[in-house]
């Protein structure tokens, strides 16, 4: 029920920023039970935490709590991070859609659409946000970075290079992209798309971070 009411708050107000960040702070504790992930996972949480990341790219806040959540979110199912080398864990991966395209109107319509919580279905219709849209800015200069930018994956890394001085952040990140890299395809995207380089930046740029390293 807590994790309906806080999943239903993001969506009723998907652009006020201290309620989005509040909202995805309080979720990696929540998203500890499996069954309240599967239950995420189902409800494409993580295309609503996403949105929240394109609509408020400044707030290293949000980012970092998202990249928290996507932890926990692609966990694999009865394990922990870190079992890299464990054929079992990785059977029990999920592809969480980070290699998709984030093509949406509003963050209600991906719950719903995923089948997911029934409550969601309920709540008002407001004005739709085009997340693509709202992920413009002055670091994205042209048509082929725009289209660069759409996936999960992407949305991951530009986060990761928008903050490269940030030390939790970067931290954080690097411990998503554990979980995120046992699922073979997203593992993939995560390559093509630069993950390694940001990955050594962050080594570079925070050497004394024990975290970081």
Do not use: Y
Not at 72 to 77: G, N, S, V
Not at 123 to 139: L, V, Y
């Amino acid at each position: 029920m807590l994790f309906r009411s806080i999943v239903n708050w993001m969506v009723a107000h998907p652009g006020v920023s201290g309620i989005q960040t509040m909202c995805i702070s309080s979720l990696p504790s929540l998203l500890e039970d499996e069954q309240q992930r599967i239950i995420g996972q189902r409800a494409g949480l993580i295309e609503v935490v996403l949105c929240a990341m394109l609509r408020f790219p400044e707030i290293v806040e949000l980012h970092i709590a998202a990249f928290h959540t996507i932890v926990i979110l692609a966990r694999p199912l009865g394990g922990h991070e870190g079992m890299l080398f464990d054929n079992s864990m990785v059977g029990s991966t999920k592809n969480l859609g980070l290699t998709s395209n984030i093509e949406i109107s509003s963050a209600d319509s991906i719950a719903v659409r995923r089948g997911g919580l029934s409550s969601l279905k309920t709540i008002t219709q407001r004005e739709p946000s085009n997340c693509i849209q709202s992920n413009s800015s002055p670091d994205i200069d042209n048509d082929k970075e725009n289209k660069k930018r759409t996936s999960g994956i992407s949305i991951l890394i530009d986060s990761m290079e928008r903050f490269a001085f940030d030390e939790k952040l970067q931290s954080t990140a690097c411990w998503a992209f554990v979980n995120v890299a046992l699922e073979p395809a997203q593992k993939s995207m995560l390559m093509k798309l630069g993950g390694i380089e940001v990955i050594l930046n962050a080594m570079k740029n925070h050497s004394e971070s024990f975290d970081v390293q």
